[in-house]
């Protein structure tokens, strides 16, 4: 069952590409804090910070869901979301390519919108004792984003 989805802004399309990563298995609260973060970065560099956090090497500041999250060396509180670092990774590489198939210049682009939705839930059941049972779902979540070339 999947779901048309519509890009959140309707940009110049003469100077922007867009890509969007559709029901994406991976955190929604990881994803809001990376979308946080490389809102606004030149591509090279969000692209070096989840490579970064993608092999521990870099922590992504955690600034609304950092209830219990141990501060980092040199920043806020922070953790290292791997699995959805690769998964922005790929959305981002599809944006660039959209960019680079265009004809804009790869060398100075931005993410000029960037935006997570939450996509279906899978709804799946955790056997208990006495023939009980309790619910266990995953959700999943669809990531936009848009590149600017400046």
Do not use: W
Not at 17 to 40: F, N, Q, V, W
Not at 88 to 110: H, T
């Amino acid at each position: 069952m999947h779901m048309k989805l519509n890009y959140s802004i309707e940009p110049d399309p003469e100077k922007t590409s867009k890509s969007i990563g559709k029901e994406l298995h991976i955190s929604r609260k990881h994803a809001h804090e990376i979308c946080s973060t490389i809102k606004g970065m030149k591509v090279d560099d969000a692209r070096e910070l989840l490579e970064d956090v993608s092999v521990l090497k870099q922590a992504v500041p955690y600034k609304r869901y950092k209830r219990n999250i141990p501060h980092r060396k040199g920043m806020c509180t922070g953790r290292y979301p791997q699995k959805a670092a690769r998964d922005f990774l790929r959305v981002l590489k599809n944006a660039e390519n959209n960019a680079r198939y265009k004809g804009l210049d790869s060398d100075n682009l931005r993410i000029s919108h960037i935006t997570t939705k939450t996509g279906h839930t899978f709804r799946g059941i955790f056997p208990r004792a006495q023939g009980r049972t309790t619910p266990k779902n995953h959700e999943t979540v669809s990531v936009e984003m848009i590149l600017e070339a400046q």
